[in-house]
């Protein structure tokens, strides 16, 4: 790994990981390659993609290496190809930053055709790193553990294939919290609280706050609010037996687990973390006013 000083890492071994499925992500993957083989760094290249490189003079990982022999992951691609990279990389102890090609782009900083600059500047040291926590859902039934996954952005509970009423209690630190009927259940870190949560009516949790919300879906009462809690409790949820169908987990829209009625699914802070790279003049209220057409200052 590469050397640290003043809790700031000197950037080695970069790996990269692109979507290039979008046309243009080739170009971006090809220019990055390009940029990063003149700074004289050692290059890791997803071996999903690495055929895409008409050039030779790297190393080919899958992710689970690129987290394990890197100091930096750069992922090209939008938010969502992001989410399903840092599941894997937040596992280890590697720096990720993301260059934008796709939509929204809250958690990819670096413009595709502009990254030179700025990727610089963070190669220089120049750059401020920010942890974000995740989620591990996990489902119980008759005492034992069925099956579990890890969310950055949110774990949903929900029905299987058709909408209709969910039943089911939640509790907190074993707390009774209330009985819910509802179309499903939103828990999202500050991280997914700008995505699905936020369509639904949840609120933005700024990144650096340790806390969770939990948002009902389409409650069946009007007394049914969202609420956010200390991230580091339990939220536990009882499946009730008068559910007629199954239901699912998913996380973060990607990975989903079967749920039936009677089951418990208990949501807690997972032990990983994703550390995200910004460059230095990276201001989360400029993300926020430039993605959600926020008006300018008056003055």
């Not at 003149?38 to 055929?51: P, S, T």
């Not at 998913?250 to 009677?262: A, E, I, M, R, T």
Request: charged letters at 20%.
């Amino acid at each position: 790994m590469g050397a640290q000083h003043d809790n700031l890492i000197e950037f080695k071994t970069i790996g990269l990981i692109a979507k290039t499925q979008h046309p243009d992500a080739k170009l971006t993957l090809l220019a990055l390659y390009r940029f990063l083989k003149a700074k004289g760094v050692k290059l890791v290249v997803d071996q999903r993609i690495a055929d895409e490189l008409p050039m030779n003079g790297f190393d080919r990982a899958d992710l689970v290496g690129i987290g394990s022999r890197c100091d930096l992951a750069i992922v090209i691609g939008g938010d969502g190809y992001m989410l399903g990279a840092a599941r894997v990389l937040s596992r280890f102890d590697i720096a990720v930053i993301g260059v934008n090609r796709g939509n929204l782009g809250f958690l990819t900083d670096l413009d595709p055709d502009n990254f030179e600059q700025p990727l610089e500047q963070v190669l220089l040291g120049n750059y401020q790193i920010e942890k974000r926590f995740l989620l591990e859902a996990q489902v119980h039934r008759h005492g034992d553990m069925k099956s579990s996954n890890t969310a950055v952005n949110e774990a949903v509970l929900h029905p299987d294939k058709i909408a209709h009423m969910l039943e089911f209690e939640v509790y907190v630190n074993d707390d009774f919290m209330l009985n819910q009927r509802a179309d499903g259940l939103i828990i999202a870190t500050p991280t997914g609280s700008t995505a699905y949560s936020l369509s639904g009516g949840g609120p933005i949790l700024t990144p650096n706050l340790d806390a969770i919300s939990l948002l009902p879906m389409f409650p069946h009462t009007l007394n049914s609010r969202p609420i956010v809690i200390d991230a580091n409790s339990c939220v536990r949820l009882k499946i009730a037996q008068s559910n007629k169908s199954e239901m699912q987990i998913s996380c973060d829209s990607h990975v989903n687990l079967s749920v039936l009625p009677g089951d418990e699914i208990i949501i807690k802070k997972s032990q990983d973390q994703l550390k995200l790279v910004h460059p230095k003049n990276y201001n989360y209220f400029h993300v926020l006013q430039n993605k959600l057409g926020w008006g300018n200052k008056l003055y």
